[in-house]
């Protein structure tokens, strides 16, 4: 590859997606290069006036008389969701609670749906809520927990998965992309696999929905979760969304029986009866605010385009691979993803023995990565709003603080957030 900065220039001149930037706050203005759209995205500069609109016209003026549409507004985001962004039907996705709860209940629904059956799956690297509520649900439960393991940087094989599969595991949940390397899973294969011995698989999408194609129907999947405030750039604490199938819907129950999954909600009645669609996996009032910016988010990306921006991010993560090989390898730093770009989301991952130290100097150098345990720099190109010369001037400061060694000087103790 040319890793010139002029050939970073072509890319961009030449990226169909070049436009969207300009509709994002601080980008191309606070002189940041910001790769941690992965963790928590950019805002769209639409959102200050939808989240406006919600506070002064619905909510000042509307009060309670809006809720005749906010009632609806959880399934007809997750219906745009489903369209634009999963590859879902309608009816099949509901936006609320976060992520962790949205997995504790399609989990235990999952379960009460395999009676008899004693064992759950989960990927030993996986990120850590995921694990935890597999971990509660198994102690609440009396079952047993096989975490399968996996390589940090290539991801879960799946062979060794199938290794754990029998008639004894009700769930097995994974992760699409993997939070720390960027590994991607084959959601339609290890599907089929788990349903060749009658168990389901509980899909976490967290670092893959608005990066790759997930294709829900097309896979086959018949439960999922995620977050909304990653790439799809809902702002931080952004309600998340589930994923039912729909045959499914009708034979599964979720462990939280709230009034927003009641049958005619407002009658009141004296028993939980839930609807038969996807509300039932409601549980209370939804935060309608927050919605809001997720439906711009979404929105942006459902109009960029899953392929295009899957594309973009391959391309960034080429860039990014092919410059830290070149620069950043002499200096002890090695790749912690898959190399094969078809093997990847949209971040890239590199190690090196001072990862955190490295960076808090990239970040006092208007570079934003994110560290993770043990030794790992990530670097989450978002493809929305991030140019080829973002990265390539990113590599470029990265590898001025390795040749100066100016990351020494930083201390060696982590912050709390890292
Ligand atoms: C970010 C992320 C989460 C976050 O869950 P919250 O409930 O929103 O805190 C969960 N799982 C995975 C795989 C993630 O990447």
Same mark, same amino acid.
């Given at each position: 590859m040319d890793?010139?900065?002029?050939?970073?220039?072509?890319?961009?001149?030449?990226?169909?997606?070049?436009?969207?930037?300009?509709?994002?706050?601080?980008?191309?203005?606070?002189?940041?290069l910001?790769?941690?759209?992965?963790?928590?995205?950019?805002m769209?500069?639409?959102?200050?006036?939808?989240?406006a /609109?919600?506070?002064?016209?619905?909510?000042?003026r509307?009060?309670?008389?809006?809720?005749?549409?906010?009632?609806?507004a959880?399934?007809r985001?997750g219906d745009?969701?489903?369209?634009?962004?999963?590859?879902?039907?309608?009816?099949?996705?509901l936006?609320?609670?976060?992520?962790?709860?949205? %997995?504790?209940?399609?989990?235990?629904a999952?379960?009460?749906? /395999?009676?008899?059956?004693?064992?759950?799956?989960?990927c030993?690297?996986?990120?850590?809520?995921?694990?935890?509520?597999?971990?509660?649900?198994? *102690?609440?439960?009396?079952?047993?927990?096989?975490?399968?393991?996996?390589?940090?940087?290539?991801?879960?094989?799946?062979?060794?998965?199938?290794?754990?599969?029998?008639?004894?595991?009700?769930?097995?949940v994974?992760?699409?992309?993997?939070?720390?390397? @960027?590994?991607?899973?084959d959601?339609a294969?290890?599907t089929?696999?788990?349903?060749?011995?009658?168990?389901l698989?509980?899909?976490? %999408?967290?670092?893959a929905?608005?990066?790759?194609?997930?294709d829900?129907?097309?896979?086959?999947?018949? %439960?999922?979760?995620?977050?909304?405030?990653?790439?799809?750039?809902?702002?931080?604490g952004?309600?998340?969304?589930?994923y039912?199938r729909?045959?499914?819907?009708?034979?599964?129950r979720?462990?939280?029986?709230?009034?927003?999954?009641q049958?005619?909600? &407002?009658?009141?009645?004296?028993?939980?009866?839930p609807v038969?669609?996807?509300?039932?996996?409601?549980?209370?009032?939804?935060?309608?605010?927050?919605?809001?910016?997720?439906?711009?988010?979404?929105?942006?990306?459902?109009?960029?385009?899953?392929g295009?921006?899957?594309?973009?991010?391959?391309a960034?993560?080429?860039?990014?691979?092919?410059?830290?090989?070149?620069?950043?390898?002499?200096h002890?730093?090695a790749?912690?993803?898959?190399?094969?770009?078809?093997?990847?989301?949209?971040?890239?991952?590199?190690a090196?023995?001072? *990862?955190?130290q490295?960076?808090q100097? %990239?970040v006092?150098? @208007?570079?934003?990565?994110?560290f993770?345990?043990?030794?790992?720099?990530?670097?989450?190109?978002?493809?929305?709003?991030?140019? &080829?010369?973002?990265?390539?001037?990113?590599?470029?400061?990265?590898?001025a603080?390795?040749a100066?060694g100016?990351?020494?000087?930083?201390?060696?103790?982590?912050?709390r957030?890292?």
């Amino acid at each position: 590859m040319d890793l010139c900065r002029t050939h970073a220039e072509t890319l961009d001149a030449e990226d169909p997606l070049a436009a969207f930037r300009a509709r994002f706050a601080g980008a191309g203005e606070d002189g940041l290069l910001y790769l941690d759209g992965n963790s928590l995205g950019r805002m769209p500069r639409e959102t200050p006036a939808a989240l406006a /609109r919600v506070v002064e016209d619905e909510w000042a003026r509307g009060l309670v008389g809006s809720w005749a549409s906010w009632i609806g507004a959880a399934t007809r985001l997750g219906d745009r969701l489903a369209a634009g962004v999963l590859g879902a039907g309608p009816g099949e996705v509901l936006v609320g609670d976060s992520t962790s709860v949205n %997995l504790y209940k399609l989990l235990v629904a999952g379960v009460d749906a /395999r009676p008899g059956r004693d064992v759950l799956v989960c990927c030993a690297d996986d990120f850590p809520t995921d694990r935890y509520i597999v971990a509660g649900v198994a *102690a609440a439960r009396g079952m047993t927990v096989r975490e399968v393991p996996a390589d940090i940087d290539e991801g879960l094989d799946a062979d060794v998965l199938a290794a754990a599969l029998d008639e004894r595991v009700a769930v097995v949940v994974l992760s699409a992309v993997a939070y720390r390397s @960027g590994a991607l899973a084959d959601i339609a294969a290890l599907t089929r696999a788990a349903r060749d011995v009658g168990a389901l698989v509980l899909w976490d %999408l967290s670092h893959a929905a608005g990066a790759v194609p997930v294709d829900l129907a097309a896979a086959g999947a018949d %439960l999922a979760v995620g977050c909304t405030y990653k790439y799809l750039g809902g702002g931080p604490g952004a309600p998340a969304f589930l994923y039912v199938r729909r045959e499914l819907q009708e034979r599964l129950r979720q462990p939280i029986w709230g009034w927003f999954g009641q049958r005619d909600q &407002f009658a009141m009645g004296p028993e939980y009866d839930p609807v038969p669609g996807v509300e039932r996996f409601g549980v209370g009032t939804p935060p309608v605010l927050a919605m809001a910016a997720v439906e711009v988010g979404a929105g942006l990306v459902a109009e960029a385009g899953i392929g295009r921006l899957a594309a973009k991010g391959r391309a960034l993560g080429q860039l990014t691979v092919a410059l830290a090989d070149a620069w950043l390898a002499p200096h002890g730093v090695a790749l912690a993803s898959p190399r094969d770009p078809a093997r990847r989301g949209s971040h890239v991952t590199l190690a090196h023995p001072q *990862a955190w130290q490295l960076t808090q100097a %990239l970040v006092d150098r @208007g570079v934003v990565p994110d560290f993770r345990t043990p030794d790992r720099v990530r670097l989450g190109p978002a493809p929305l709003y991030t140019r &080829f010369v973002d990265v390539w001037d990113a590599m470029d400061r990265f590898r001025a603080v390795l040749a100066e060694g100016a990351h020494e000087r930083y201390p060696t103790e982590r912050a709390r957030v890292t």
